[in-house]
């Protein structure tokens, strides 16, 4: 099972007029002579060079790991998904979606639609992102043949238990 991935916006909350933001000083450091936990260790500061990393709470990272899926950045932050984000989150190296060079034409489809259904190949997948539409949903059900959780994340907030709540129901029910 794939889950495909965004940041801004599932990871990195943005637009909401209602409150601040949280902000994380990033993964929790062991107390001196405790080992690390397993994964990649962080390095400090890492948001010194992403001022908006600070909004993303390290603990979705565990949570993210926890639903059992192939996690894959499906996000224009490309590499440096790898390179700042999966450090903070305690995840590994996660693959990611190359994107195609062409330009979508205009349209109600999202220009990520069809390049993941493609990368599913078929297989189940989820994809969390604060652009879907039911236009990707429709596409998605015509042209993959497998089951498939197209899950849109209130931009404003971000990723919430009620967004895992969503998720861990439509995995347990396959």
């Known amino acids: 099972m794939l889950l495909f991935l965004d940041v801004d916006g599932p990871l990195i909350p943005f637009g909401a007029a209602d409150r601040a933001y949280p902000l994380y000083d990033g993964p929790p450091v062991p107390a001196a002579g405790a080992p690390w936990p397993p994964g990649p260790r962080p390095a400090a500061p890492v948001h010194a060079g992403h001022p908006l990393l600070a909004r993303v709470d390290p603990a979705l990272g565990p949570r993210l790991a926890g639903l059992g899926c192939e ?12 390179a700042a984000l999966a450090p903070w989150l305690g995840l590994p190296a996660l693959p990611v979606v190359q994107w195609p060079d062409e330009d979508e034409p205009p349209g109600l489809l999202h220009w990520k639609t069809r390049p993941l259904v493609a990368w599913a190949a078929g297989r189940p997948f989820v994809w969390v992102d604060d652009e879907i539409t039911e236009a990707d949903r429709s596409w998605t059900a015509v042209h993959h043949p497998g089951p498939a959780l197209l899950h849109r994340v209130d931009h404003r907030y971000g990723l919430t238990d009620t967004d895992f709540r969503v998720l861990g129901e439509w995995l347990a029910a396959l």
Do not use: G, H, Y
């Not at 996690?71 to 790898?82: G, K, P, R």
């Open 71 to 82: 996690l894959v950045w499906a996000t224009t932050w490309m590499d440096e998904a790898n």
